[in-house]
C-alpha cells in the first residue's frame, strides 16, 4: 500500500524560506510515476503547487514559480519542497501525492501538514 | 490560469441523487479528458473519487458517476447518504498545470 507522510516546521517566519520532505513508503520514488505538492488554506480550497519526476523534470505553477524549489531524494524514498520569502497567505494545510501521469490525477495523498507563517 | 467554476453548495436528502457541475474553459476541461473529482471530509487528505472524467478508482461506490460536456464536467452522486456530506473539488490538466475549483460543499439534509 502506498503511503505518503509530510514532516517539516509547522512553524514559519515571514520572509523566510518553508520546507517540507514527503516519505514515500510502500512504492519506489523511481517508478513512473510524478510526485506532487498542493496546498489548502484554512478554510478555503486546494490549489496546485507543483509536480515533479525522479529524473528531476519538474512543473510549478505559475503563480509561484518564482518561489518554489522541488527536489526528488531517490536514496531516501522521499521528495521536498521549498517555498521562499513566505507570508501570511501561505499559511495553509500541505499535501503531498501521487500523481498518474497518464490521466492527471492524484491517487495518492499524505494526511497533510499545517504550516503557520507568523512571527 | 483561474480556479475552475464550482457552486458553492448543493444538498439533497438521503436517497436523491445531486450533481455537482465544475465549469472552465477549452483550454482545461473542454480540451482534455483529464478532469478528476476529489471527496474532502473535514480534517482529512482529499481522496480520488473520479479520474480521466468518468472512471471510479477501485473501492469507490458506483453511486459516484461522472460526465463531460464541452467546458463544464459534473459529478453525480446517486442515493445520497449521511457519510457523502462532505467538500467535493474537480480539477482538470491544463498546458502542463494543473487547476482546482474552487469546491462545492454537499450537505444532505
Known amino acids: 500500500q502506498v503511503q505518503l507522510q509530510e514532516s517539516g516546521p509547522g512553524l514559519v517566519k515571514p520572509s523566510d524560506t518553508l520546507s517540507l520532505t514527503c516519505a514515500v513508503s510502500?512504492?519506489?520514488?523511481?517508478?513512473?510515476?510524478?510526485w506532487g505538492w498542493i496546498r489548502q488554506p484554512p478554510g478555503k480550497g486546494l490549489e496546485w503547487i507543483g509536480y515533479?519526476?525522479?529524473?528531476?523534470?519538474?512543473y510549478y505553477n505559475p503563480s509561484l514559480k518564482s518561489r518554489v524549489t522541488m527536489s526528488v531524494d531517490t536514496s531516501k524514498n522521499q521528495f521536498s519542497l521549498k517555498l521562499s520569502s513566505v507570508t501570511a497567505v501561505d499559511t495553509a494545510v500541505y499535501y503531498c501525492a501521487r500523481l498518474e501521469i497518464n490521466g492527471v490525477y492524484f491517487d495518492y495523498w499524505g494526511q497533510g501538514t499545517l504550516v503557520t507563517v507568523s512571527s | 490560469q483561474s480556479a475552475l467554476t464550482q457552486p458553492a453548495s448543493v444538498s439533497g436528502s438521503p436517497g436523491q441523487s445531486i450533481t455537482i457541475s465544475c465549469t472552465g474553459t477549452s483550454s482545461d476541461v473542454g480540451g482534455y479528458n483529464y478532469v478528476s473529482w476529489y471527496q474532502q471530509h473535514p480534517g482529512k487528505a482529499p481522496k480520488l473519487m473520479i479520474y480521466?472524467?468518468?472512471n471510479r478508482p477501485s473501492g469507490v461506490s458506483n453511486r459516484f458517476s461522472g460526465s463531460k460536456s464541452g467546458n463544464t464536467a459534473s459529478l453525480t452522486i446517486s442515493g445520497l447518504q449521511a457519510e457523502d456530506e462532505a467538500d467535493y473539488y474537480c480539477s482538470s490538466y491544463t498546458s502542463s498545470s494543473i487547476l482546482f475549483g474552487g469546491g462545492t460543499k454537499l450537505t444532505v439534509l
Open positions: 515533479i519526476y525522479y529524473s528531476g523534470s519538474i
Open positions: 480521466e472524467v468518468s
Open positions: 510502500g512504492y519506489s520514488i523511481s517508478s513512473s510515476n510524478w
